[in-house]
């Protein structure tokens, strides 16, 4: 059952601005090329490069990528180390795409909020190169105005809000006028601090419960239940 359904339906028909978060709202990156052999050769490349130190034992048998990315990035701060780290997690992204599975009713929703009259982003703390290579795969990469990916400063993933207000900034918008659609509370964090609109998508009830711990107002449990409000 969805939260606050009036409310909701508000928020969704006056978006000027939708800024969609990747891995989950629109597909599930990970479910051909798993997160945790991610996380394990990022680890091993560490070690070839003669860093594994810079990883405590706990870090080091992590199943995220970003738990790696974010280690490394505190003990050399805008090292060539941190760049080099980052390319490949981007290189392994660029491999999962290709067997990413599209979250359903995705690629209809982004096409229905389109026909609408909104404005999209994506807001991620993936690799915008992978995520403009998926868009391309599924045809929606004229949907999409902007992708404000990862940078190479792990401070800045979510819930830091850099990628919604780099978002907001391409679009000249103002916070009022934009909605996220998430399905995480570093998702929920970072809309809160960028001032805009929340909307949490709960895939399961760990989704859900992960989210109304972070105090997400609305939540829905189906793409369809934001599509009905644009008469789709």
Same mark, same amino acid.
């Given at each position: 059952?969805? #939260?606050? $359904?009036? /409310?909701?339906?508000?928020?969704?028909?006056? %978006?000027?601005?939708?800024?969609?978060?990747?891995?989950? $709202?629109?597909?599930?990156?990970? %479910?051909?090329r798993a997160a945790d052999g991610v996380a394990r050769?990022?680890?091993?490349?560490l070690d070839g490069m003669g860093a594994a130190d810079l990883l405590t034992a706990?870090?080091?048998?992590? /199943?995220?990528?970003?738990?790696?990315?974010? %280690?490394?990035?505190?003990?050399?701060p805008g090292s060539d180390l941190v760049a080099a780290l980052e390319?490949?997690?981007t290189d392994e992204e660029l491999k999962a795409v290709s067997s990413a599975m599209p979250t359903t009713d995705a690629d209809s929703l982004v096409r229905a909020w389109v026909k609408s009259g909104a404005q999209l982003a994506v807001t991620t703390n993936n690799s915008a190169k992978a995520v403009w290579n998926y868009l391309e795969g599924r045809e929606l990469d004229d949907c999409f105005t902007h992708v404000c990916g990862r940078t190479r400063d792990p401070d800045l993933l979510k819930p830091h809000p850099h990628c919604l207000q780099q978002a907001l900034d391409e679009f000249g918008a103002?916070? #009022?006028?934009a909605l996220m659609l998430g399905d995480s509370p $570093?998702?929920?964090?970072?809309?809160?601090?960028?001032?805009v609109a929340f909307v949490g998508y709960a895939r399961d009830e760990r989704k859900e419960k992960e989210l109304r711990a972070a105090e997400a107002e609305h939540i829905v449990f189906s793409l369809q239940e934001v599509m009905r409000p644009l008469g789709r």
């Open positions: 059952m969805t #939260s606050h $359904p009036e /409310n909701l339906q508000d928020l969704i028909t006056r %978006a000027r601005y939708v800024l969609f978060d990747f891995d989950g $709202p629109v597909c599930r990156v990970f %479910a051909g050769r990022l680890v091993e490349w706990e870090e080091s048998r992590t /199943n995220d990528p970003w738990d790696v990315f974010r %280690a490394v990035g505190r003990r050399r390319q490949q997690l103002d916070p #009022s006028d $570093p998702d929920v964090e970072a809309a809160r601090r960028a001032g």
